[in-house]
């Protein structure tokens, strides 16, 4: 409720301002169905399987992570069945997606920050957030709005959900039963390489074939691929083993 009350108010301030434009919202109709295949029936290609294949292994790291850190704010311990059922629920929900002209779905890391916030975890609450949300993309106009939010607004927005998910971040780390030299190690190369990727100035990569780019462009997939091949290649010390 909070997060609403900043964004109406931040909307109300972008409005006194005069930075907000809400042309696409009176062009935008009241109701409207998502076409199947509007952009024509599906075509393929190495170059692009393996681009979107390398997209979803980055979605997939990062569906690992979040899954974690949720279940350490709602004090709930993760296993195998839990992550291997969040990672399935990417993967058909993807599918689905581009069905109706999408893009893949992820996982959303500031939903941590609203848990960590509110204290709310509950899975009635997220059932009815997202049919709420498919009934709002059945309206055009909603997404115009959503679409129209001025930079500093959502950016107000998401101040402390960002934090919160830092924080989370740094709990999992104190709650690690092993985190020794070997450890910082692979956190402080996978997030030196992360961070240094992700901030790359624009065309860098543009001479680079379709699936480097998109893996090199995403400091999630460098970061994590970093840190899975230091894990493996790394020896354990005895008492670690």
Known sequence: MSGS???????LAAGIAGVLNLGLVKEATWFAIPKVFSFGLPKFSFPAILAVLVAQ?????????????TGLVAHKEIGRRELSGAISVDGLLSSIAVLFNGLSITSFSQNIGVISITGVASRFAVAVSGIILLLMGLVPKFAALIASMPAPVLGGAALVMFGAIAGSGILQFREAKVFGEREIFIFAISVALGMGFGLHPEGALEHLPSYLTV???????????TAIILNQLLPLRQKEE
């Open 57 to 69: 292994f980055a979605s997939m790291l990062e569906t690992i992570g979040d899954t974690y850190a």
């Open 5 to 11: 009350i900043i964004i109406v108010v931040g909307y």
């Open 215 to 225: 893996i090199l462009g995403s400091g999630v997939a460098v970061g994590g691929i």
